[in-house]
């Protein structure tokens, strides 16, 4: 069942994103799952008790993965770029109402951004 959502976005260099969507948040087997349809396309944020998968499809398209660590990798692809990064310090945040992933991403060792991520139901 379809549910309101609001979607917001943060980064490093102060841009800001906020969307309210339809999506739908499931709970079974001790995997949770998060997805909703946004301008940027569909979203898809899946969690588990060892990683966290997200997976956008659109004009700015993202795979990414982090484990319970923090670590991870991510693809992003755009218009303007395609390239890989490696994610530092991943952090997932939840309760009934909400979840918030933040996370830095390096390109070799430098910080290319941290952003952080909160879906809110409403």
Known sequence: MDINLIVESFDKYD???????????????????????????????????????????GSNSINLYFDNLGNGECQIKNEYFEKNFFIKNGKIELDKNFLEISYELYDSKEEFNS?????TKF
């Open 15 to 57: 841009t800001s994103f906020k969307e309210n969507v339809k999506g739908t948040f499931q709970n079974e087997n001790g995997i949770r799952k998060c997805s909703y349809n946004s301008e940027l396309g569909f979203c898809e944020i899946i969690w588990e008790k060892e990683k966290l998968f997200m997976i956008r499809k």
């Open 115 to 119: 952003l952080r991520i909160r879906v």
